[in-house]
Every structure is written in C-alpha cells, then in structure tokens.
C-alpha cells in the first residue's frame, strides 16, 4: 500500500467512527452552489463555512465554466433545488502560467511532470509523448478578474440557466483567506 492510500483509509476510519450524519437528504440544505478552482490550497467548506449537506461545490483546474460545470450546474437547481451560485477564482493560480500553445508543447514532449521556473514551464523528458493535447481547450487564465466575469457571463447566458438564479463573482486570495468580489461579475449575474 503506498504512504498516501495508507493515510486516505487511515483517515477515513477516524472520520466513520464519529460520523453521525448518514441521514441527510440529497438537496443541498443551503440551497446554493460553488465553482470554484481544484488548487489544494482553497478549502470551500472552510472559507465558506459549509458542512456536510450544505452546498453544493463542483471543482475543475481553474473553476472554469466548462460545459460539464455547466452541466453540474444545471443539475444542481433542476434536480436538486439549488437556488443561488457563486464563481470562485482565486490569486495565484496555476491556471496563469500557461497557455494551450504551452499545455499542447509540453505534451508533445513526454507525459512525465514538467517543471517551472521563472522563464516558464519545461519538460524534463524526450519521449512517450502526444500531440493530443494540441486538440483541448485548456481554459487558461490571464487575468482572474477578466476569467470570474467571463464565467459568470458564459452561465447567465446559457439557455439551461434560469434567469432568477443570481450568480456571484469572487477571487478567493490565497495568502489571506479573503473573498474579494469581482463588482463587475457579480453585477452580469444579477438576477433579471
Ligand atoms: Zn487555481
């Protein structure tokens, strides 16, 4: 067993053995949904206050409104009641240091881990590689701003999305835990 599968299972033991919460219904009791970005830095339920059955939190590189968040999203207030989103991106994101061109080159190489430093991303391996990388829209980021106001605008905009769902538009910051509102998202989420 490696040391991570080891930990994982160890620490759901401790978490089952006083786990009283095997009652809760499926609706998110809160009513609302995040999007937000997969870094390991950001904890939602931590820097949104949300426990077990509370909200909903859909997570992709970057909290992109890619057409399956879109899809979660749509299932989130059609099936299961959800009545009030918000996008979460957040400073520092890997999403910045590259771009399709960048992802498409670096796959090409090898499928080993690239490293960065400050002139950019490089691959440390000849070989094994694929140009099927070239093919994906990897929704980079090069301004947070700019990407929260974007989502939240790709959502009110899709045909699926109801317009009295208001969408709220944030950057979480990660060296100080605070949600600092993008005005001009949250104002293209508004409820019409
Ligand atoms: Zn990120």
Same mark, same amino acid.
């Given at each position: 067993?490696?040391k991570?599968l080891d930990e994982?299972?160890?620490a759901?033991?401790?978490?089952?053995?006083s786990?009283?919460?095997?009652d809760l219904p499926?609706?998110p009791?809160?009513?609302f949904?995040?999007?937000?970005c997969?870094?390991?830095?950001?904890?939602p339920?931590?820097?949104?206050?949300l426990s077990?059955?509370?909200?909903?939190?859909?997570r992709?590189?970057?909290?992109?409104a890619?057409?399956?968040a879109?899809?979660s999203?749509?299932i989130?207030y059609?099936l299961?009641? *959800?009545?009030e989103w918000?996008?979460?991106?957040?400073?520092?994101?890997?999403? #910045?240091?590259?771009?399709?061109e960048?992802m498409?080159e670096?796959l090409?190489?090898?499928l080993k *881990?690239?490293?960065v430093?400050a002139?950019?991303?490089?691959d440390?391996? #000849?070989g094994?590689?694929? *140009?099927?990388?070239?093919?994906i829209?990897?929704?980079?980021?090069?301004?947070?701003a700019k990407?929260v106001?974007?989502?939240?605008?790709r959502?009110?905009?899709?045909?699926?999305?109801?317009s009295?769902i208001?969408?709220?538009?944030?950057?979480y910051?990660?060296?100080?835990?605070?949600?600092i509102?993008?005005?001009e998202? *949250?104002?293209?989420?508004?409820v019409?």
């Amino acid at each position: 067993m490696t040391k991570v599968l080891d930990e994982v299972l160890q620490a759901n033991k401790e978490y089952k053995d006083s786990f009283d919460k095997g009652d809760l219904p499926m609706p998110p009791g809160r009513q609302f949904a995040i999007l937000t970005c997969m870094d390991a830095r950001l904890d939602p339920a931590k820097y949104a206050g949300l426990s077990e059955g509370d909200a909903h939190v859909i997570r992709n590189a970057g909290g992109r409104a890619s057409d399956d968040a879109i899809r979660s999203l749509v299932i989130s207030y059609k099936l299961l009641g *959800t009545r009030e989103w918000f996008v979460i991106h957040h400073t520092d994101c890997g999403m #910045e240091t590259f771009n399709n061109e960048v992802m498409g080159e670096l796959l090409s190489g090898s499928l080993k *881990t690239a490293s960065v430093d400050a002139s950019g991303w490089h691959d440390c391996c #000849e070989g094994g590689g694929t *140009t099927d990388g070239k093919f994906i829209e990897w929704l980079t980021i090069s301004d947070q701003a700019k990407s929260v106001l974007s989502d939240v605008e790709r959502i009110r905009n899709n045909s699926m999305v109801p317009s009295d769902i208001p969408i709220y538009g944030y950057i979480y910051d990660v060296k100080t835990a605070n949600l600092i509102e993008v005005p001009e998202a *949250t104002e293209a989420g508004r409820v019409s």
